[in-house]
């Protein structure tokens, strides 16, 4: 365990937690290949790339989506003892993104509800690259456990 820990009693809306940026490389896009088996040119094939309305590779959603993972984020060593489970994410794409773009994640706490086997915990979850532009944004929802003895 590092660092003081949260349990559901301990967030309000409007937390806001953080993630160091990644700047996109073709390694990256080959990896998630390799992980995936997703194999589609507009992913890997600059020739095929650039015959589309891209112009050159584009990332994959869920390589973009992989970035908002909270266990990268400052969050996660808050929630060592509590968290219970990773319950359902959603994401909505806004914008292209290509080898070369830095992408910074950020997570705010949107919703509060008690369980009764723990509390739900919202957040909204974005990626926003080096021009300030928003490129992804949904919500992941976790089930964090109350305070012992609460």
Same mark, same amino acid.
């Given at each position: ?28 896009? *080959? ?26 590779? /584009?990332?994959?959603?869920?390589? /973009? ?14 929630? %060592? ?5 990773? *319950? ?32 739900? /915990?919202?957040?909204?979850?974005? *990626? ?10 949904? %919500?992941?929802?976790? *089930? ?7």
């Amino acid at each position: 365990m590092s660092g003081e820990q949260r349990f559901f009693e301990d967030f309000g809306v409007g937390d806001r937690f953080g993630s160091p940026s990644k700047t996109l490389t073709d390694a990256h896009f *080959l990896f998630f290949s390799g992980l995936t088996g997703d194999a589609h040119p507009l992913h890997y094939d600059v020739e095929y790339a650039k015959t589309t309305r891209f112009g050159r590779p /584009l990332a994959h959603g869920l390589l /973009l989506t992989a970035l908002t993972a909270v266990g990268a984020s400052t969050l996660s060593p808050l929630i %060592e003892e509590s968290i219970i489970a990773f *319950l359902e994410q959603t994401m909505r794409f806004r914008a292209p993104v290509f080898v070369g773009d830095t992408l910074t994640p950020a997570h705010e706490v949107i919703g509060l509800e008690r369980k009764r086997s723990g509390g739900l /915990l919202t957040l909204r979850v974005t *990626l926003t690259n080096q021009r300030g532009e928003t490129v992804l944004e949904g %919500e992941h929802r976790y *089930l964090v456990a109350y305070r012992p003895g609460a």
